[in-house]
């Protein structure tokens, strides 16, 4: 399984970003997908995720509202739109190929992205 992600960048508060995540070498159908984040200093939190299997998301609290995350199943890419961007939300985030996504996040991750990296100025 080949990860990949895109779309990071830096933005002011307020400001929007959509991340793309694309997973090749993998039945995209069967799969579900999920961002984490990781900011300096702190241990990497769980997002958001998606099955592609049943539609099912989930998302961590303190985005709610703010993020969304949607699937192209023909392009074999998920997005995370990011909307009213906080300087808290500054770190690089992750794609995760894994088995489940339920209303607990990500579960059987067996895929990784290398990252990219999200930096929310005031």
């Known amino acids: 399984v080949q990860v990949a992600e895109s779309g990071g960048g830096l933005v002011q508060a307020g400001g929007s970003l959509r991340l793309s995540c694309t997973a090749s070498e993998v039945t995209f159908d069967d799969t579900a997908i999920g961002w984490f984040r990781q900011a300096p200093g702190k241990e990497r939190e769980g997002v958001s995720c998606?099955?592609?299997?049943?539609?099912?998301?989930y998302y961590i609290d303190s985005v709610k509202g703010r993020f969304t995350i949607t699937s192209d199943n023909a392009k074999n890419t998920v997005y995370l739109q990011m909307n009213g961007l906080k300087p808290e939300d500054t770190a690089v985030y992750y794609c995760?190929?894994?088995?489940?996504?339920?209303?607990?996040?990500?579960?059987?991750?067996?895929?990784w992205g290398k990252g990219t990296p999200v930096t929310v100025s005031p």
């Open positions: 998606h099955s592609n299997r049943d539609g099912n998301t």
């Open positions: 995760a190929v894994a088995e489940v996504c339920t209303g607990t996040g990500l579960h059987g991750t067996n895929a």
